[in-house]
C-alpha cells in the first residue's frame, strides 16, 4: 500500500520539480532577453551612425574634391591663371565622380574700394566674362568686401602651419551653396591687403557654386542607396533639411512619409562644411594626424570657417553643418523597432515555456491514465479468471457427478445438462467478447455488411439471450415500428452490441426484472435501437467514462456483479464502424437507464460495398 501511494505521488513530484525549473528558465530568459535587447539597440544605433557618418563623410569629400581640382599647388605658377583654370576645369568634367556637381565658376578679385569685381567662365569660348553679381551671391560679396576691410593685419614671423599653406571657404545663401578658393599658395604670413610681389593676382578668388539640383536629384540619391539600402530594402526614411530652416527640404527618401515624423528622429548629423581630410592636411604641409595645430590664412579669409567638433558618445545627434541629415525608420522609431523584437522574443520563449508547461502537464496525466490503465487490466486479468473459474468450476463439478454416477435419475441428469450447458454458454460468451476487443485492438476485425432489418437485429440478439433471460426471469417488453427502412450492417456483429446492450440491463436492471426494445425512425432518418431498464440509475460521475475499455461503475464493482467492464467499449466500437453512435440517458436514482444506438440506413449509404476494415 505504502510503494503504489508513493508510485501515484511521484508523478506529481517530478511535474512540481519540472514547473520550479521552467519558472526559473523564465526568469533567466526574461533577464537574457532583456540585455539581447539592450545589445540589438546599441547595434542598429552603431550600423545606423556609422552609415550616416558614411553618407556625410562622403558628401563632403565631393566639396573637398572640387577645392582640391581648382586650388593651385605650391609648385604652380601664379602666370596663365585663365589656362590653369580651364585646365582644371576640364580636370574636373572628365574626372570627377560627379562633374554636373559645379554649376559655375566665377572669377572674383577683391579691390581695395568699391564692389569687388566677378566674371564667369565661359569653357565653350575660353575666356572669363564680366557678369554681375548673381543674387544668391550676395553672401560671399559681403564676405568679401568685409574680409577686404576687416581682418587686422598678421605680425610678421613664421607660419605656425610650416612652410606651405591654403585657405577656403564655404557659403551657403538660400538653396545654393558656393565654395570659395584662392588662386595664390601662400608661403608665409600676409599683412592685410598686401600683395604678393611680383604676382598682381595673388588675392584672386575662384567661386565654385554648385547646383542644388544635380545635389537633391543625383548625389544625395545615390549616397541613400550606397549606405542605407540593402537588397531587401531600406529600414530608413532619410530627409536633408537646412539647418538654419528645417522647414526647407532639400531630399526625402519617402515622399510617403510626412516631415513632421523626421522631428524626433533615430539620427541627426550636421554637413556641408569642409573637413581636415588628410588630402588638405598633406597640401597644407603639416605632417598627417596634426590638426589641433593652426592652418594658414589667406590675407582676406579665415580658413576653415566650418570646421566640425567631434560627434557626442551616443552618435546620434552631431552639430555643424549647413545641412542636416535626419534618419527615421520607417515602422515608427528605433526604440519602437527594438521593443517589437523584444516583445516577439518573449512571445516565441514564453510559447515555448508553455509548451513545456503544457508537456509537463500531458506527461502527468498521461502517467496517471498509464497507471489507471495498469490497474484496470490487471483488474480485467483477475476479472476474466474469476469469470472463467465459476463456469468451469460449475462444468467441472457437474461432470465429475456425472462421471461418479452420483446423478442418476433423469431428472437429475437433465437439470446437470442444463447447468453445464449453460455454464458453457456463459464460457463461450466471456471469450468472445475477448477475441472480439482482441480483434479491434489489432486492427484486423473484418466486417461484412449488407441490407438487414431490425426486427431481425432485435430478435436474434434476444435469441442469443433466451437463457440469461430465463434465469433472470426478466420480462421483456419489444416496440418496433412498423415499415423500418433495412439497415446496411454486418448482422453478426450488430446483433452482438445489442445482445451485449440487453445482456448489460440484465446485469443492472435490478428486481423485478424487466427491459424493453424499441426500433424507431428518427427525423434525420437513422434509425434507433433502445434498450431500457427500471434499475438503481448510473452515477453522474460514472457518465464520461461508460464505454472505455475496462471500465466498471462504483456499484457494479462493490456489489459483485461479474463482468469485464469490455461490452459498452464493443457496443461503441461496433456503431462507430457502421457509420452511427451509441448514447446514454441516465434517469434519477431509480429510474433505470436506457442505451441506444443510431444506425444509418441502406438506402443513404453507399452501395456495393462489400467488406469495411477497421484500420490499424
Not at 602666370?79 to 562633374?99: G, K, N
Not at 557659403?171 to 565654395?179: F, K, Q, S, Y
Not at 539647418?243 to 527618401?253: E, G
Amino acid at each position: 500500500m505504502r510503494s503504489r501511494a508513493l508510485s501515484q505521488r511521484l508523478p506529481f513530484a517530478i511535474a512540481a520539480v519540472l514547473l520550479l525549473l521552467l519558472a526559473v528558465l523564465a526568469v533567466l530568459q526574461w533577464r537574457w532577453i532583456g540585455e539581447v535587447s539592450t545589445l540589438e539597440q546599441q547595434r542598429l544605433q552603431s550600423s545606423l551612425t556609422t552609415a550616416g557618418f558614411r553618407f556625410t563623410h562622403d558628401f563632403d569629400r565631393e566639396i573637398a574634391r572640387a577645392f582640391l581640382y581648382f586650388h593651385p599647388g605650391p609648385t604652380q605658377p601664379s602666370q596663365d591663371r585663365l589656362e590653369r583654370v580651364l585646365r582644371q576645369y576640364r580636370h574636373w568634367i572628365s574626372e570627377a565622380p560627379y562633374p554636373r556637381l559645379i554649376r559655375d565658376v566665377f572669377l572674383v578679385r577683391p579691390v581695395e574700394s568699391g564692389d569687388p569685381a566677378i566674371q564667369i567662365l565661359r569653357p565653350a569660348e575660353q575666356r572669363f566674362e564680366p557678369c554681375p553679381w548673381p543674387a544668391d551671391l550676395a553672401g560671399v560679396k559681403r564676405r568679401v568686401v568685409g574680409g577686404m576691410h576687416s581682418l587686422p593685419e598678421k605680425p610678421p614671423g613664421p607660419s605656425p602651419g610650416g612652410t606651405g599653406g591654403f585657405d577656403m571657404d564655404l557659403w551657403v545663401d538660400g538653396d545654393a551653396p558656393a565654395l570659395v578658393v584662392p588662386l595664390a599658395f601662400f608661403r608665409g604670413p600676409q599683412p592685410r591687403g598686401a600683395r604678393r610681389a611680383g604676382d598682381p593676382f595673388a588675392d584672386d578668388l575662384l567661386v565654385l557654386r554648385f547646383d542644388r539640383d544635380v545635389i537633391s536629384r543625383e548625389i544625395l540619391p545615390a549616397l541613400a542607396r550606397q549606405h542605407f539600402e540593402t537588397p531587401e530594402g531600406s529600414d530608413y526614411a532619410l530627409a536633408v533639411v537646412d539647418a538654419h530652416d528645417p522647414n526647407r527640404v532639400l531630399f526625402r527618401s519617402d515622399p510617403k512619409i510626412p516631415m513632421a515624423a523626421f522631428d524626433h528622429g533615430d539620427l541627426s548629423l550636421g554637413f556641408l562644411g569642409l573637413r581636415a581630410f588628410e588630402e588638405l592636411r598633406r597640401l597644407e604641409g603639416r605632417p598627417e594626424g596634426n590638426v589641433e595645430e593652426g592652418p594658414r590664412q589667406h590675407p582676406h579669409f579665415p580658413f576653415w570657417r566650418h570646421r566640425r567638433p567631434e560627434p557626442p558618445p551616443d552618435g546620434r545627434h552631431e552639430p555643424g553643418g549647413e545641412w542636416r541629415l535626419v534618419a527615421k525608420r520607417r515602422d515608427g522609431s528605433l526604440e519602437q523597432a527594438v521593443l517589437a523584437i523584444r516583445h516577439r522574443n518573449l512571445a516565441v520563449s514564453l510559447g515555448i515555456l508553455g509548451l513545456l508547461a503544457v508537456t509537463t502537464g500531458i506527461l502527468v496525466v498521461a502517467t496517471q491514465r498509464a497507471q489507471r490503465l495498469a490497474r484496470l487490466q490487471i483488474e480485467l486479468v483477475a476479472g476474466v479468471t474469476h469469470e472463467l473459474h465459476t463456469p468451469l468450476t460449475a462444468i467441472r463439478s457437474a461432470g465429475q457427478n456425472l462421471a461418479d454416477g452420483v446423478v442418476a435419475e433423469p431428472a437429475q441428469v437433465r437439470r446437470y445438462g442444463a447447468l453445464i450447458e449453460g455454464e458453457g454458454r456463459r464460457l463461450s460468451d466471456l471469450v468472445g467478447q475477448a477475441l472480439e476487443f482482441a480483434g479491434i485492438q489489432s486492427g484486423r476485425r473484418v466486417y461484412h455488411p449488407r441490407p438487414v432489418e431490425a426486427g431481425e437485429i432485435v430478435d436474434g440478439a434476444l435469441a442469443d439471450c433466451r437463457w440469461r433471460l430465463q434465469e433472470k426471469r426478466v420480462e421483456v417488453e419489444r416496440d418496433l415500428e412498423a415499415g423500418l427502412p433495412p439497415l446496411l450492417a454486418d448482422p453478426a456483429a450488430l446483433r452482438r452490441a445489442v445482445a451485449n446492450l440487453i445482456e448489460n440491463a440484465v446485469k443492472y436492471g435490478g428486481r423485478p426484472g424487466w427491459i424493453g426494445i424499441q426500433a424507431r425512425r428518427e427525423p434525420s432518418g437513422q434509425v434507433q435501437i433502445t434498450v431500457s431498464d427500471r434499475g438503481p440509475g448510473i452515477r453522474k460521475e460514472d457518465l464520461p467514462h461508460l464505454f472505455e475499455p475496462f471500465f466498471r461503475g462504483r456499484d457494479a464493482a462493490t456489489g459483485g456483479i461479474p463482468g469485464s467492464g469490455l461490452g459498452l467499449s464493443l457496443v461503441r466500437h461496433i456503431a462507430e464502424a457502421h457509420g452511427g453512435q451509441v448514447t446514454v440517458a441516465a434517469g434519477a436514482a431509480g429510474e433505470g437507464s436506457a442505451f441506444t444506438l443510431h444506425l444509418p440506413v441502406a438506402e443513404s449509404r453507399a452501395t456495393g460495398l462489400e467488406t469495411v476494415e477497421e484500420p490499424a
